[in-house]
């Protein structure tokens, strides 16, 4: 008995902090979600309870995770309705599939997965050349994305544009902790914080994407290559864990890149 009536208050709590989190006002979330800032204010203070639809509804608006979705049904007394799987689940097995089939067909140019921890759960052939020489402890799996890219010993000493591309990455990060709310993001964001910046062995190349994107531009044995990325997710998950997956492909920000790749990595 004592935990139901906790619940619904745990609920409005979580409520009222995601609608903080989305900098919006009660009447904002109200006006969005078609009902009353008197209902709205009595489901944060634990007032009234939500319905399992309002609960899903509010989440909605507010644009939460799924898998913080799950956490508000179980505070609000309900059983969580997004499956959670291993990516390895065999229920996953077309997904993950689809996922390996993207990040080959981007070849010879580099492209890889990554979950919501930045950890590359898969890569294609054109990646591996690029980290030859690293340290194999920052190798090991589960292998960091971001750590990888900006420890010292990592990729960040061969980035000829490191300053750029770091604060192009730590951006992405606080935009990614702002809207999960995620723990491990912020203990991974204060690690590479404290990585000092190392001098770059080269200077930057050319800029030849006209302020419009962030480059990478990477020395290589191939000469210093230069990137720009997109990322690709999958557009209406069910599941927590592909809802959480990315797709990062880089494409030859210049001519002399494209032909380095496809000598690297021959079709």
């Given at each position: 008995m004592q935990?139901?009536a906790i619940r ?16 919006k006002?009660q009447?904002?979330?109200?006006l969005d ?13 634990g007032k ?10 509010l989440c909605?608006r507010?644009e ?5 979705r799950n956490m508000l ?11 959670l ?9 077309p ?6 089939q993207?990040?080959?067909?981007h070849?010879?140019y580099?492209?890889?997965a ?6 590359m759960?898969?890569a294609?052939?054109a990646v ?5 020489g690293?340290?194999a402890?920052?190798l090991?799996a589960p ?5 990888l ?11 000829t544009n490191?300053?750029?591309?770091r604060a192009h ?6 935009h990614?902790?702002e809207i ?12 590479l914080r404290?990585y ?8 930057p ?5 006209g302020g419009v ?5 990477l ?9 720009f990325s997109?990322t690709?997710?999958f557009?209406?998950?069910v599941?927590?864990?592909l809802s959480?997956l ?9 001519d ?5 790749l496809?000598?690297?990595?021959p079709?």
């Amino acid at each position: 008995m004592q935990n139901t009536a906790i619940r619904p208050r745990d609920v409005g709590r979580h409520i009222r902090e995601w609608r903080q989190r989305r900098r919006k006002t009660q009447l904002n979330l109200a006006l969005d979600a078609e009902i009353s800032t008197r209902h709205l204010s009595f489901l944060e203070t634990g007032k009234a309870k939500p319905s399992r639809e309002m609960v899903l509804h509010l989440c909605e608006r507010l644009e939460v995770p799924l898998r913080e979705r799950n956490m508000l049904l179980v505070a609000a007394g309900y059983a969580p309705v997004f499956a959670l799987r291993r990516l390895d689940d065999p229920a996953l097995k077309p997904a993950r599939a689809a996922v390996d089939q993207v990040v080959r067909g981007h070849e010879p140019y580099p492209a890889l997965a990554i979950d919501r921890a930045w950890t590359m759960v898969s890569a294609n052939r054109a990646v591996a050349p690029l980290l030859a020489g690293l340290p194999a402890s920052l190798l090991k799996a589960p292998v960091n994305v971001l750590r990888l890219s900006l420890h010292p010993e990592g990729l960040a000493q061969r980035i000829t544009n490191l300053s750029e591309w770091r604060a192009h990455l730590l951006d992405r990060l606080r935009h990614q902790i702002e809207i999960t709310a995620d723990p491990e993001l912020e203990t991974l964001m204060k690690e590479l914080r404290g990585y000092p910046a190392p001098i770059s062995r080269a200077p930057p190349a050319p800029d030849t994407l006209g302020g419009v994107v962030v480059p990478l531009q990477l020395v290589t044995d191939a000469g210093t290559l230069s990137f720009f990325s997109t990322t690709t997710v999958f557009g209406t998950p069910v599941d927590v864990t592909l809802s959480e997956l990315a797709i990062e492909s880089f494409f030859p920000a210049d001519d002399a890149t494209a032909r380095a790749l496809q000598k690297i990595v021959p079709r």
